[in-house]
């Protein structure tokens, strides 16, 4: 894959007359092919992509004709640090066309795909490629600087970021191969998987047949990595940082900004506010709290300065925010101060801890989180996901519940195994990973202790018959054939699975 540390896509050669024209000697150039289609990938490289999107802006190391992820270039214990990525804007429209008659335009029209096509189009193939956009993902941040990335090596030799990507679906054929034209497509656009497609593609992502209409937002074939649009990494240190440097608690304190108070300030705080919580809710605390710096400065009221604890909800959520940096402790005595300072007539101080360790689960990232905001964040972590409410992928699963598994060990009091089983297994079920949750659910049952062994002696020479009392951690199974019925009754979708 070219995009997550595979094989990378080398440029190709254009011919002698190719290289003499401006196309030829521009035919490798990223400041030209800033949109590239990246049709080289198969699934996997698909799916990591949009795991890596999950919770960061993804960088890539663009040259030539060859591009790739940097997959390393981030932060696992401060996810988002150099900004994340907005929900999905959904779109809806038609099927879109690209043909290819010459190297000439292979290489402005699908440059990171040079490597493999040329072949044949040197030997005179034409190409037909269709593309269904559904939707489009866009960064939170305008720009990534160098200076963010130059303390982590991983990042060494990085050039751009995707500041957004499309969605949707795509297949490519040779013309001579293209049969069976349906309401102006070849490969089934539109038909809702009615029809099968009669021609073979030469390379495909997603399914065009899923995608119809609304209904395409919907379908997980109509939703894959099909465009990028990608913008080079600026030069220096991030004119932000600015108001978050200093002292561990001092982007909770600092007021500065860049912007000058005018006649519609008014507004453009609110407008800055709301692409702080935009921010807050795609994992992006750096950029929040910059947008909520520079509010401050457009609208210095004291009711609602996010710097402010009698302000209330916006210091709470600035203190989120916090939070999301890496600052667990900082941030969690942010909300104390904004509970106590707006609440203290209706929450005592064990309740006010009680809802400032429950917002800590859900916002604290990095290294300064101690053991019991991992645990519990762990917990809301597969909670939030089994019921519905947040979607995570296996692998968020697994992390959580290890990270579960592990903290119990040491926790006092130690939770007991029936507050998580549901929750743990419930997370894998909704990610699609039944042998996942299988192996959850084993894995919480052989933890627990046995009860008390009872024994009673067969008759006529039969074997005793061991029996067990109950079991100080919960309900415990001591076959594999009681605990894989205990299994998918607790989880029906999984059954034989």
């Known amino acids: 894959m070219a995009a997550c540390g595979g094989p990378t896509m080398p440029p190709g050669g254009m011919g002698k007359l190719g290289d003499k024209t401006f196309a030829g000697q521009n035919k490798c150039n990223p400041k030209n092919h800033d949109r590239p289609f990246i049709i080289e990938w198969d699934a996997t490289d698909q799916s990591s992509f949009q795991s890596y999107t999950a919770s960061d802006v993804v960088v890539v190391k663009y040259e030539g004709c060859e591009m790739k992820v940097l997959d390393g270039c981030r932060e696992d214990n401060a996810k988002g640090k150099n900004g994340s990525y907005a929900p999905v804007q959904w779109t809806s429209g038609g099927v879109e066309t690209i043909d290819i008659h010459d190297e000439g335009e292979l290489y402005a029209k699908l440059p990171l795909g040079a490597a493999t096509l040329s072949g044949k189009v040197e030997s005179g193939e034409k190409l037909h490629m269709e593309y269904y956009v559904s939707g489009t993902r866009t960064a939170t941040r305008d720009s990534v600087y160098r200076a963010e990335l130059e303390k982590n090596p991983r990042c060494a030799g990085a050039t751009h970021f995707v500041y957004a990507y499309n969605l949707g679906a795509f297949a490519l054929a040779t013309q001579s191969n293209l049969k069976g034209e349906v309401h102006g497509s070849y490969f089934g656009f539109g038909a809702g998987g009615s029809k099968a497609s009669e021609t073979k593609a030469e390379k495909k992502g997603g399914e065009l047949s899923a995608c119809k209409g609304a209904e395409a937002k919907e379908v997980e074939n109509c939703k894959v990595p099909v465009r990028l649009t990608l913008r080079e990494i600026s030069a220096g240190e991030n004119p932000m940082n600015a108001g978050l440097k200093g002292k561990e608690s001092d982007p909770a304190l600092n007021a500065m900004g860049l912007l000058k108070a005018d006649s519609d300030a008014e507004k453009k ?56 940096t890496g600052q667990c402790n900082v941030g969690k005595e942010m909300h104390r101060k904004a509970l106590q300072a707006v609440k203290s007539g209706e929450m005592g101080p064990e309740r006010i801890d009680t809802v400032t360790d429950a917002v800590a689960s ?21 909670t939030m996901a089994s019921g519905g409410v947040q979607r995570k992928s296996a692998a968020e699963c697994q992390e959580a519940f290890d990270a579960w598994m592990r903290l119990r060990a040491t926790a006092e009091p130690k939770p007991g195994f029936d507050s998580i089983t549901a929750s743990a297994v419930g997370c894998f079920a909704k990610a699609g990973d039944c042998g996942a949750a299988w192996k959850a659910f084993k894995a919480i049952n052989d933890a627990m202790a046995p009860g008390e062994e009872r024994r009673r002696p067969g008759r006529r020479g039969n074997p005793d018959i061991v029996t067990h009392g109950p079991s100080p951690d919960g309900f415990k199974y001591y076959t594999e054939e009681e605990a894989r019925k205990g299994f998918e009754r607790l989880v029906e979708t999984c059954k034989a699975k």
């Open 269 to 324: 705080a609110v407008a800055l506010f709301q692409s702080a919580l935009t921010k807050m809710q795609s994992g992006d605390g750096k950029g929040c709290l910059a947008d909520m710096d520079q509010h401050d400065v457009l609208d210095p009221r004291p009711g609602g300065l996010t710097t402010e604890p009698s302000s209330g909800k916006p210091h709470g959520m600035r203190a989120q925010c916090v939070m999301l």
């Open 362 to 382: 859900q916002w604290c990232r990095g290294s300064g989180m101690g053991d019991k905001d991992k645990l519990v964040a762990a917990v809301n972590t597969l």
